[in-house]
């Protein structure tokens, strides 16, 4: 059974950082596309960031130059570092596992997603 | 505002059949990229409902079906039940955005009346 777990989400100042962790069970990482998708409070879903298998990496404009996507196989887990936080980017920030196809993409194994407050 | 479109809110008695629309343009959807469909329950992650316009994960009743036609496609429920009343997402791949090409839809809020 897959499972994915996140953590690290809190209250954080405007300009600040925070790290968010993914641990994952029943799957492998480094061997699969792996996404953050976040949701603002009662807003929709907003797809932030992906890491390929091969380690490429690419970013919503949203994001873009302020957070970093990584992976450690050794823990088998996914991050996403943000820094120069902003009110904007308070959300639920979901780790996703990314399906890849001829005629795109899908998310098919969610983790319950993290809370991440930016208030001064 | 999202790349696709989708109405805010729909309804249905229990029994009936609703569906969802989700309009897209000839970057997404009309270029020929799949949509998948996500159902999210008050106060739980979003879960994978329709994948390839058409296709049922595992455990998915049949009750829920999807299509894709042109810029746009549907999701429809039959036999409406109560457990049904949930946000529902469409999502595709834009091939114009940079970065990421992962696109959704606004959502739709299924009121089972």
């Known amino acids: 059974e897959v499972q994915l777990v996140e953590s690290g989400g809190g209250l954080v100042q405007p300009g600040g950082s925070l790290r968010l962790s993914c641990a994952a069970s029943?799957?492998?990482?480094?061997?699969?596309?792996m996404s953050w998708v976040r949701q603002a409070p009662g807003k929709g879903l907003e797809w932030v960031s992906v890491?390929?298998?091969?380690?490429?990496?690419y970013y919503a404009d949203s994001v873009k130059g302020r957070f970093t996507i990584s992976r450690d196989s050794s823990k088998n887990t996914l991050y996403l570092q943000m820094n120069s936080l902003r009110a904007e980017d308070t959300a639920v920030y979901y780790c996703?596992?990314?399906?890849?196809?001829?005629?795109?993409?899908?998310?098919?194994?969610w983790g319950q997603g993290t809370l991440v407050t930016v208030s001064s | 505002q999202s790349v696709l479109t989708q109405p805010p809110s729909v309804s249905g008695a229990p029994g009936q059949r609703v569906t969802i629309s989700c309009t897209g343009n000839?970057?997404?959807?009309?270029?020929?990229?799949?949509v998948h469909w996500y159902q999210q329950l008050p106060g739980t992650a979003p879960k994978l409902l329709i994948y390839?316009?058409?296709n049922r994960p595992s455990g998915v009743p049949d009750r829920f079906s999807g299509s894709k036609s042109g810029t746009s496609a549907s999701l429809a429920i039959t036999g409406l039940q109560a457990e049904d009343e949930a946000d529902y997402y469409c999502?595709?791949?834009?091939?114009?955005?940079?970065?990421?090409?992962?696109?959704f839809g606004g959502g739709t809020k299924l009121t089972v009346l």
């Open positions: 999502q595709s791949y834009d091939s114009s955005l940079s970065g990421s090409k992962g696109v």
């Open positions: 029943g799957l492998t990482v480094s061997s699969n596309y």
């Open positions: 390839g316009n058409s």
């Open positions: 890491i390929y298998s091969g380690g490429s990496t």
């Open positions: 996703a596992r990314v399906l890849i196809a001829v005629a795109g993409i899908h998310f098919d194994y």
């Open positions: 000839s970057s997404n959807i009309g270029a020929g990229y799949d």
